[in-house]
T-cell receptor, first 113, second 115 residues
Framework: RKEVEQDPGPFNVPEGATVAFNCTYS??????FFWYRQDCRKEPKLLMS???SGNEDGRFTAQLNRASQYISLLIRDSKLSDSATYLC??????????????FGKGTMLLVSP | EPEVTQTPSHQVTQMGQEVILRCVPI?????FYWYRQILGQKVEFLVS????????KSEIFDDQFSVERPDGSNFTLKIRSTKLEDSAMYFC?????????????FGQGTRLTVV
């Protein structure tokens, strides 16, 4: 089983739509979870951290289900600028202050006018 | 806004040649990382570096790879004898200290093409 698994997509949605991505992880001892965004041929950029209680940042909502080992990202009112690849990222263990990231392959989102 | 900078943005090299990829992490960060992304594949961890030594490395980071912090600002990745399969985007990242998974900031990457 892959460490972090995502549906590669692409998800094609019209502007204004709501879209949700899921991600599963294999290591039940994983400590921290994130969604990163990556534009074509660019570096990954942190979108938001994911907490057990769920968290929201504007149009973006992230949820963590530790029992089922999955993470979700919901994007409301999609904008053209949301078109990108969304990377699910897990930190398998805490290592005295540094954060080695394990990436999923990403889910591509294409928002059309 | 502080950022991680990488040079060069693109490097083409012949198989068997040595390459050095350079990074300037954010100045108050203490942890440094190299990741790579082969075209169409996921981002993969190579190595983490703290206090002038390697903290952790992946299976990818074999004897052909080395890292160095030659001065107070630069952080380099050296590939001794490049192979075709080393062609990838190499990302440097840095983070502050702390045990609660601090955010890692990524540089814009160096695209390495081995021919």
């Amino acid at each position: 089983r892959k460490e972090v698994e995502q549906d590669p997509g692409p998800f094609n949605v019209p502007e204004g739509a709501t879209v949700a991505f899921n991600c599963t992880y294999s290591n039940s001892a994983s400590q921290s979870f994130f969604w990163y965004r990556q534009d074509c041929r660019k570096e990954p950029k942190l979108l938001m951290s994911v907490y057990s209680s769920g968290n929201e940042d504007g149009r973006f909502t992230a949820q963590l289900n530790r029992a089922s080992q999955y993470i979700s990202l919901l994007i409301r009112d999609s904008k053209l600028s949301d078109s990108a690849t969304y990377l699910c990222v897990v930190i398998p263990k805490l290592n005295s202050g540094y954060s080695t990231l394990t990436f999923g392959k990403g889910t591509m989102l294409l928002v059309s006018p | 806004e502080p950022e991680v900078t990488q040079t060069p943005s693109h490097q083409v090299t012949q198989m068997g040649q040595e390459v050095i990829l350079r990074c300037v992490p954010i100045s108050n960060h203490l942890y440094f990382y190299w990741y790579r992304q082969i075209l169409g594949q996921k981002v993969e961890f190579l190595v983490s570096f703290y206090n002038n030594e390697i903290s952790e490395k992946s299976e990818i980071f074999d004897d052909q790879f080395s890292v160095e912090r030659p001065d107070g600002s630069n952080f380099t990745l050296k590939i001794r004898s490049t192979k075709l399969e080393d062609s990838a985007m190499y990302f440097c990242a840095s983070s502050e200290a702390g045990t609660m998974a601090p955010e890692a900031f990524f540089g814009q990457g160096t695209r390495l093409t081995v021919v």
